[in-house]
């Protein structure tokens, strides 16, 4: 079982950036993908940002060229670095990893607004 605890989240201007970590309980080298997905009120969950355990990444549209997905397996997190940033970004971000089986983080707020 793998326990991830997200940070990071909070308040910003537009424009404005924030890098979200998650912290996975176990070495992230055994973990194929960690990922970031996101939930904005009355939407579904979405995805952000994956990144495989060679390294390869993908990203939404609406994200690419904004934020950047990178991991640290020498500390077991992954991040999400976030420029640009619009109130359209304003949602719970969720740290996920994809291990036999889906685990997820609890979750930090980012809010874009003036």
């Known amino acids: 079982q793998v326990q991830l605890v997200e940070s990071g989240g909070g308040l910003v201007q537009p424009g404005g950036s924030l890098r979200l970590s998650c912290a996975a309980s176990?070495?992230?080298?055994?973990?194929?993908?960690m990922g970031w997905y996101r939930q904005a009120p009355g939407k579904q969950r979405e995805l952000v940002a994956v990144i495989s355990i060679g390294g390869r990444t993908n990203y939404a549209d609406s994200v690419k060229g904004r934020f950047t997905i990178s991991r640290d397996n020498a500390k077991n997190t992954v991040y999400l670095q976030m420029h640009s940033l619009t109130p359209e970004d304003t949602a719970v971000y969720y740290c996920n990893a994809n291990s036999l089986g889906d685990y997820w983080g609890q979750g930090t707020q980012v809010t874009v607004s003036s």
């Open positions: 176990i070495g992230i080298l055994s973990i194929a993908r």
